[in-house]
């Protein structure tokens, strides 16, 4: 018999699967909207691993919803191979359309908490899924059982300074509409008429000079604010999640923050243009002194009581063989 746990976390689950059903995410025309330059961070760790497209390279993206993401990628690194997954029978269904006759990249329709574990890869990416899960420890550790002895794990995730005001609009939405918090039509109402809305560009530019369609602005506005199931995290969070995981290292080495996006680099000798530069931010020389002198693990919290992110990436492994690209070397935090 299943325990009265098993039951709950199954139903939140269930609700998951129906909201991203009814609001294919990112967007909701898979062939004419196509990019959301998610091969960004993969063009960073391609220069600096010298790793000649990722040939060979097997990526998992875990939730991967419409596939612009993953096909971003795919497209860019054609002698990678890129797996797919999400539970959203709708959302891979047009992954499939907008991947046309893409040789290296494949997309499967399952609950990756329940897909069994038959191959390992290199990368494992999860970009704004696990604050979405019933349980954020298990999915980590599932992604973990993904991954190769030298893998990666890259998570994108909210932050919880940033994102207050807008999960305390989705508490009121809740409280307001109570069981009718998951009826479609009785929430966009309230939605539209609350007149909730997000930027497109609140996490960074993530959709390039794509203008949003209707159909796609409310999608955003409904994931933002009637999504039924939300964790945020701060660094602190961030790093007892990924070593309850038991992952050996993590780094937080990208944020999102005031419509901007922004590398992370602690070696406050040499900061790059397309890094956060808390000389400049902080403001005093004094403060900035002070700064320089902490720890990594307290130079992130100063950058998080600053800036307050609305979100951040980390990247997680085990067992690695070999160093780690810059990117993540230079705030990495060993568990081990």
Partial sequence: MTCCHERKELHKNYMMKEFYNNFTYPFSDAIENSE???ETIFLFLDAE????????????DVGCGTGNRSIDIARKFPLANIVGIDFSEKSIELANIQKGSMSNIEFICSDFLTYPVEEQYDFVISMGVVHHLPDPL????????????????ILWLYHTYGEYDRLLKRQLLSTLLGEKFQDKLASVALLKEMDFHISS???GNGYGNYE???EDALTRDADAFLNPLVTSFDFVAAFRLMQEARMDWCSIFQICYEEKGSFINLDTDNILPWEIDMDMLLKSPRAFSYYKDLDNRSKLHAIEALVKPTGFTVAAGKNRNGELPLLFEQNKIDFI
């Fill in 49 to 60: 691993m010298n790793n000649d497209g990722f040939a060979g390279k097997k990526i998992l």
């Fill in 36 to 38: 959301v330059n998610g």
């Fill in 138 to 153: 298990y999915g980590v550790q599932k992604m973990r059982s993904f991954l190769k002895d030298d893998g990666v794990c």
């Fill in 212 to 214: 949003l369609s209707d």
């Fill in 201 to 203: 560009n609140r996490y």
